[in-house]
């Protein structure tokens, strides 16, 4: 037979731990009554482990959600343990961390609600902003650098759904209506504005070649007319301006005509 302060081991290896009263927790047959012994004891030294580990993590604040689960499963693995030791003791520091963990999960689910937030708020900014840009005045707008701007939201917003904390799908989903048709809105906007414009440089760049035409049947046929030329000048400066160098090449021409011009009024 072999005794301790929580247990003890009778003639047929069975053995028992004090526990409020005399419990059985099992039979280790076979062995010295002293190793059947410190088998369970070795089971309640893995319980200890347990509840040291948890109480570390109460104490570090490491994910108060599974330190809920853990104090709960430990409890339950603690009402009638097959282990030799103070287990009484073990029920005490675990019931102790009930409080502290509660705290730890509310000052947990506070902050969650407060990053929610954050990340809602910062959500609704970034879809402001984009109907800001997609409100502007077409004829005002700086497209390259509002162009720039759009496509930085989009990412601050994937960066967000990636990396910042969840938010519920329906208030989200809103918001992001809200971003997607702003920024539909700006496409459409930016491509009519551009279809638009390169119209418009079809129609000064054809005017402007018509002028360049007729200066230049001018300088052919030996003409010395300047009013007819100025005049062709005036229509020039009112025709408007086509972007790239077609424009300094129709002037070039237009130029060497009015040239030829001049010099056959001085002869």
């Known amino acids: 037979m072999s005794t301790s302060k929580f ?3 009778d003639a047929e290896n069975n053995v028992f731990v004090i526990d409020g009263n005399e419990r059985k927790v099992g039979q280790y047959p076979g062995v010295s009554p ?3 012994l410190a088998y369970f004891v070795r089971k309640f030294e893995d319980l200890a482990a347990q509840v040291r580990i948890l109480e570390q993590r109460v104490a570090n604040k490491v994910d108060s959600h599974g330190m809920k689960k853990m104090a709960a499963k430990l409890a339950e693995e603690l009402k009638e343990p ?3 030791g103070d287990i009484a003791d073990l029920r005490r520091r675990v019931s102790n961390l009930d409080d502290k963990i509660a705290v730890l999960v509310a000052e947990k689910h506070e902050a969650s609600k407060e990053a929610t937030a954050e990340a809602m708020a910062s959500r609704l900014k970034i879809a402001v902003r984009a109907e800001e840009i997609a409100n502007q005045d077409v004829a005002k707008t700086q497209w390259k650098t509002s162009g720039a701007e759009m496509t ?11 990396s910042g904390p969840k938010v519920a799908k329906a208030e989200a989903d ?3 209506k809200r971003f997607s048709s702003a920024r539909t809105r700006f496409e459409t906007a930016k491509r009519g504005y551009f279809a638009g414009l390169d119209a418009t440089n079809k129609q000064v760049k054809a005017k402007k070649s018509s002028i360049v035409e007729q200066a230049e ?5 030996g003409s010395d007319d300047i009013a007819a030329y100025r005049k062709l000048l005036d229509e020039w400066k009112n025709s408007g301006r086509t972007p790239g160098k077609s424009d300094d090449a129709l002037w070039a021409r237009f ?7 001049f010099d056959k009024k001085s002869e």
């Not at 930085?152 to 994937?158: R, V």
């Not at 049947?217 to 046929?221: G, I, N, W």
């Not at 130029?255 to 011009?261: C, L, P, R, V």
């Open 7 to 9: 247990g003890r081991v």
């Open 82 to 84: 097959a282990a030799v």
């Open 217 to 221: 049947a001018l300088a052919a046929k």
């Open 255 to 261: 130029k060497a005509a009015g040239d030829t011009i």
């Open 34 to 36: 002293d190793e059947a």
């Open 174 to 176: 809103a918001i992001w």
């Open 152 to 162: 930085k939201l989009f990412e601050q917003w994937q960066e967000l759904q990636k």
